[in-house]
């Protein structure tokens, strides 16, 4: 099992910046791509961001420029800066892994924080 807890969202006006924070816990073998999505109200849920283990990473078009995903695999944690913020960016951001759990046979697994709150005020 894969335990996220994401930091770092809040309340910030437009143009300003925040800085998310996902770290991953619990008893699995890897972790494989990191992702952030986000939801605002009446919204279906969008990817933001990805990074594979190797550091590949891949953007929404809507946040390309503004915001920046990266990882720590030594601490098994993502983060998403996100500068030039506009109101539209306000969702709950939801971090996502893909996991290697060791059962009968390694297997992956999907897994996704709590969320938390970003609010950007115009």
């Known amino acids: 099992q894969v335990q996220l807890v994401e930091l770092g969202g809040g309340l910030v006006q437009a143009g300003g910046s925040l800085r998310l924070s996902c770290a991953a816990s619990?008893?699995?073998?890897?972790?494989?791509?990191m992702d952030w999505y986000r939801q605002a109200p009446g919204n279906e849920r969008e990817l933001v961001a990805t990074?594979?283990?190797?550091?590949?990473?891949k953007y929404a078009d809507s946040v390309k420029g503004r915001f920046t995903i990266s990882r720590d695999n030594a601490k098994n944690t993502v983060y998403l800066q996100m500068n030039s913020l506009k109101p539209e960016d306000t969702a709950v951001y939801y971090c996502h892994c893909n996991a290697l759990i060791r059962r009968i046979a390694v297997r992956e697994y999907s897994y996704w924080g709590q969320g938390t709150q970003v609010t950007v005020s115009s």
């Open positions: 990074i594979t283990s190797g550091g590949s990473t």
């Open positions: 619990g008893s699995f073998v890897s972790i494989n791509a």
